[in-house]
């Protein structure tokens, strides 16, 4: 296990396997059932991924991570039987993704103060977002509205964490899990016009799992290489003793 597990490389081989292993289900009416199996293993390679390869000295900020990656993996089992037209299992996949997005947002939030005019730019880029899909997907949204605003409003709140942690952590961290935040909002809304606008739209098939699985395996191996300026300044300390 260590041997694919505790190597990046030869790890998203693996990953990137799996996915087209789960793509191909996807895409196959006889063989989607599948699923059950490609997407679970997809989720359960990337939590162990994490747990063998983390040394976040924070348990607290560790458990944050595997509750995420567990509620996303439960709530892709949901989001199958939903995608086959049990819309009860499809709102509760809804549910835990919203859980697995708080749990990161918690894990991403940070105690520095920070001036209110670096998220003016972002909070204009949310408030636009938010307007055009509702806008879309409004008059198809009948019971689904308050649940709808309560998705959003946690895939916006992902996003600014995420973004606060600019300069409190290094640079290839920060814009790792940045750019999955961003594929995961892609994903997001890939999904939501599919399910509320329009069923046919082009690619959802293949972009929502692709982007998916991309957001998922960015901000994982962001997280893994995050080091914050205080870890940072400890080490030049040490290293000048």
Same mark, same amino acid.
């Not at 899909?133 to 709140?157: G, K, Q, W």
């Not at 992902?158 to 942690?165: E, P």
């Given at each position: 296990?260590?041997?694919?597990?505790?190597?990046?490389? =030869?790890?998203? *081989?693996?990953? !990137? +396997? &799996?996915? /087209?292993?789960?793509? @191909? $289900?996807?895409?196959?009416?006889?063989?989607?059932?599948?699923?059950?199996?490609?997407?679970?293993?997809?989720?359960?390679?990337?939590?162990?991924?994490?747990?063998?390869?983390?040394?976040?000295?924070?348990?607290?900020?560790? =458990?944050?991570? *595997?509750?995420? !990656? +567990? &509620?996303? /993996?439960?709530?892709? @089992? $949901?989001?199958?039987?939903?995608?086959?037209?049990?819309?009860?299992?499809?709102?509760?996949?809804?549910?835990?993704?919203?859980?697995?997005?708080?749990?990161?947002?918690?894990?991403?939030?940070?105690?520095?103060?920070?001036?209110?005019?670096?998220?003016?730019?972002?909070?204009?880029?949310?408030?636009?977002?938010?307007?055009?899909?509702?806008?879309?997907?409004?008059?198809?949204?009948?019971?689904?509205?308050?649940?709808?605003?309560?998705?959003?409003?946690?895939?916006?709140?992902?996003?600014?964490?995420?973004?606060?942690?600019?300069?409190?952590?290094?640079?290839?961290?920060?814009?790792?899990?940045?750019?999955?935040?961003?594929?995961?909002?892609?994903?997001?809304?890939?999904?939501?016009?599919?399910?509320?606008?329009?069923?046919?739209?082009?690619?959802?098939?293949?972009?929502?799992?692709?982007?998916?699985?991309?957001?998922?395996?960015?901000?994982?191996?962001?997280?893994?290489?995050?080091?914050?300026?205080?870890?940072?300044?400890?080490?030049?300390?040490?290293?000048?003793?």
């Amino acid at each position: 296990m260590n041997f694919i597990f505790k190597n990046t490389l =030869r790890f998203s *081989i693996l990953y !990137l +396997s &799996l996915y /087209l292993l789960d793509s @191909f $289900f996807k895409n196959s009416y006889d063989l989607y059932s599948y699923r059950y199996f490609s997407k679970i293993a997809l989720g359960v390679s990337l939590l162990l991924f994490y747990v063998l390869n983390n040394k976040q000295k924070d348990n607290t900020k560790k =458990r944050l991570v *595997i509750y995420a !990656l +567990s &509620l996303f /993996l439960i709530g892709d @089992f $949901f989001f199958i039987t939903g995608n086959s037209g049990k819309m009860t299992h499809f709102v509760i996949a809804a549910f835990l993704f919203i859980a697995g997005k708080i749990c990161y947002s918690v894990r991403f939030l940070n105690n520095e103060d920070f001036k209110i005019s670096k998220l003016i730019p972002f909070l204009v880029f949310c408030f636009a977002y938010m307007t055009l899909i509702t806008s879309i997907v409004y008059n198809n949204l009948d019971h689904y509205f308050f649940p709808f605003l309560i998705y959003l409003f946690v895939v916006m709140l992902l996003m600014q964490f995420a973004f606060l942690r600019k300069n409190e952590v290094n640079t290839s961290s920060f814009w790792l899990v940045m750019l999955g935040v961003f594929l995961s909002m892609i994903a997001d809304s890939i999904n939501i016009l599919k399910t509320f606008y329009n069923p046919l739209i082009a690619y959802n098939k293949i972009t929502v799992m692709l982007f998916y699985c991309l957001s998922q395996y960015l901000i994982i191996v962001g997280v893994l290489k995050e080091k914050t300026t205080i870890d940072y300044t400890e080490n030049v300390l040490k290293t000048n003793l």
